[in-house]
Nanobody, 115 residues
């Protein structure tokens, strides 16, 4: 069993920044892909960013140039630095990994961008 715990969400004004963290209960050295997803009210969950073990990174177009994903294999953690936040970034953000064909998710952290 793998546990993921997200933190760092909150209320921020447009243009502000937040840094999300995802702590994983086991070593992530051997895990190829880790990702951040988000789900806004009334919308489907979408992939925001993903990072591979070899540091290949992909972002959804709407966050390119504003968000940065990173991983620390020694701390068993994945991060999402979010800058220039917009109201449309408001959502619950989830950390994800796939291990042996099984997807694991955290409980999510709420990000609200509003003035």
């Amino acid at each position: 069993q793998v546990h993921l715990v997200e933190s760092g969400g909150g209320l921020v004004q447009p243009g502000g920044s937040l840094r999300l963290s995802c702590a994983v209960s086991r070593s992530i050295f051997g895990i190829n892909v880790m990702g951040w997803y988000r789900q806004a009210p009334g919308k489907e969950r979408e992939l925001v960013a993903r990072i591979t073990r070899g540091a290949n990174i992909n972002y959804v177009d709407s966050v390119k140039g504003r968000f940065t994903i990173s991983r620390d294999n020694f701390k068993n953690a994945v991060y999402l630095q979010m800058n220039s936040l917009k109201p449309e970034d408001t959502a619950v953000y989830y950390c994800n990994l796939n291990l042996a064909g099984t997807d694991y998710w955290g409980q999510g952290t709420q990000v609200t961008v509003s003035s």
